[in-house]
């Protein structure tokens, strides 16, 4: 059984476009993460949902928007894609807050040519 | 804000001991976690520490040093499929990863 997973595992698509990453959980954790890495491995967290709620918003651009239909599934939406959105996007999720182990997806490779 | 510090690589032999070292600065402390990401993987979670002392973990185990901001991962008994990233993250107001460690364990 999968724990967290992500679609799709590869994303190309050109600027300007609208693109989405569905993640989804089966783990019953209360808490849901985006995160993005980039091309030299930093990781950085750009969301956060604790029972549907957002409870943490790091400075990203209004382009980026999650969703969560319910608990145990976090979309990412991004609009208008630009060359710098180009990373590996990670959905987590963990039982509580950020000292809870945090469980990651595979990922998604995003590639905005 | 929040900001950490981990050497950017570190090599040793198998069987060998090493030890990874964070620093951080922040805010609101909680804990500090220890994170492996092999290459083209996802990160997984090793241990946390949310007070002073040493957590074993089998051959992994970690410490922490609150009023040192400071905290290590010790792997022993090195492995060839040890070799990948570590990354140290802090618990604070918001949750922050280390820039991370590539260990390469050679033969």
């Known amino acids: 059984d999968t724990a967290v997973s992500q679609t799709p595992k590869y994303l190309v698509t050109q600027m300007g476009n609208d693109k989405s990453i569905k993640c989804e959980q089966n783990l019953g954790h209360d808490t849901m993460y985006w995160y993005k890495q980039d091309s030299k491995k930093f990781l950085k967290i750009m969301f956060s949902?604790?029972?549907?709620?957002?409870?943490i918003n790091e400075t990203v651009p209004n382009r980026f928007s999650p969703k969560s239909p319910d608990k145990a599934h976090l979309n990412l939406h991004i609009n208008s894609l630009e060359l710098g959105d180009s990373a590996v996007y990670f959905c987590a999720s963990s039982l509580g807050g950020f000292s809870y182990e945090q469980y990651f997806g595979p990922g998604t490779r995003l590639t905005v040519t | 804000g929040q900001s950490l510090e981990q050497p950017s690589e570190v090599t040793a032999v198998e069987g060998a001991i090493v030890q990874i070292n964070c620093t951080y600065q922040t805010s609101g402390f909680y804990g500090l976690s220890w994170y492996q990401q092999h290459d083209g993987g996802a990160p997984t979670f090793l241990s946390y520490?949310?007070?002073?002392g040493l957590e074993e973990t089998g051959r992994f185990s970690s410490f922490l040093s609150r009023s040192d901001s400071y905290g290590y991962l010790l792997l022993q008994e090195l492995q060839m499929k040890d070799s990948a990233s570590y990354f140290c993250?802090?618990?604070?107001?918001?949750?922050?990863f280390g820039p991370g460690t590539r260990l390469s364990v050679l033969p």
């Open positions: 949902y604790n029972n549907k709620e957002l409870i």
């Open positions: 993250a802090v618990s604070g107001q918001n949750f922050v």
């Open positions: 520490n949310g007070l002073d």
